[in-house]
């Protein structure tokens, strides 16, 4: 396979096949527009989505989450981080305040009633945002079910592999299987929506761990990538940190694109010119 897509977040009812469906037409449309083509037989997607899905039970309950399942700590802290950052880029969202952060027992209710007005997570429903915030918590705490996403990415990958995309969590995925296989034959990587500038719970998290360099703390470079390219919506919630050239160094190319109201949607991505753009210099060498 030439190309290999990583989805993100809140996949779990997915698998490569039905993904490979979903996405290859917005892939394929966003490298018409580059003037490239491609076969579907030359993508395929790396599903890790079904590592978070339940196993199946005789007449078991249906997991229900609720504002009291938001635990303390990880969960918390990134639902805090999401409604400042909506708050910055929604007009429609009402901004924490320092009482409502800090010292209401109420303050998560309220941040979900909050997100819930923004056009980010119109028609997400609150369990499955709860849902989603567990995922990256579990990602970045679980070292097995870590280590079990970053085997899809290896499964997936072929001596014809050349290019990498990877979308919001998927993006931490990917790097973290690229930064353990430096013998890839993978050359370029193109990231979209991605949260790995976000300090203190993704960057901060990373393996290898970033050291500091100069009083700053630097990440590792992906020995085998000649070429990175990173792609964000400058409404994009998950995108807290558009620009990650500070943290990876210069050599990434930063774009923004405008995705409308769908910032970070994986389909809106794809579809993009420069998207394309990316992809197609990743195939040309």
């Known amino acids: 396979m030439s190309i ?9 009812l997915d698998g490569s096949v039905t993904l490979h469906a979903r996405l290859f037409p917005a892939l394929s449309q966003g490298l018409a527009f580059a003037g490239r083509d491609v076969a579907p037989e030359d993508v395929t997607v790396a599903a890790y989505g079904r590592l978070f899905r339940p196993e199946a039970e005789v007449l ?8 009291d399942d938001i ?10 981080v999401l409604w400042e950052r909506a708050a910055e880029v929604d007009d429609r969202v009402v901004p924490p305040g320092e009482e409502t952060l ?24 609150e369990r499955a945002f709860i849902g989603d915030l567990k995922q990256v918590r579990r990602y970045f705490t679980d070292d097995a079910l870590r280590a079990a996403a970053q085997a899809e990415v290896v499964a997936a990958v072929t001596p014809r592999t050349r290019v990498i995309v990877a979308h919001s969590l998927g993006s931490v995925v990917a790097y973290e299987a690229l930064c353990a296989h430096p013998e890839w034959p993978v050359m370029t990587l193109v990231t979209l929506g991605s949260p790995l500038g976000l300090r203190h719970l993704v960057f901060d998290r990373l393996r ?27 409404g994009d919630l998950v995108a807290v940190v558009e620009d990650i050239r500070p943290f990876f160094g210069d050599r990434i190319k930063q774009i923004r694109v405008h995705n409308g109201s769908r910032a970070h949607d994986m389909l809106s991505y794809l ?4 998207t394309g753009r990316a992809i197609a210099e990743g195939l040309s060498g």
């Open 71 to 80: 635990d303390e700590g990880y969960e918390q802290d990134l639902l805090r």
């Open 271 to 274: 579809t993009d010119a420069a």
């Open 102 to 125: 800090f010292r209401s027992p109420a303050w998560v209710q309220r941040a979900l009633y909050a997100l819930s007005m923004s056009r980010f997570w119109s028609g997400v429903g």
């Open 208 to 234: 290898p761990v970033p050291v500091k360099q100069d009083g700053v703390a630097q990440a590792c470079w992906p020995r085998g990538v000649g070429n990175w390219t990173n792609i964000a919506d400058a």
């Open 60 to 67: 078991g309950p249906e997991t229900y989450y609720d504002a």
């Open 4 to 12: 290999v897509l990583v989805h993100g977040i809140g996949r779990q």
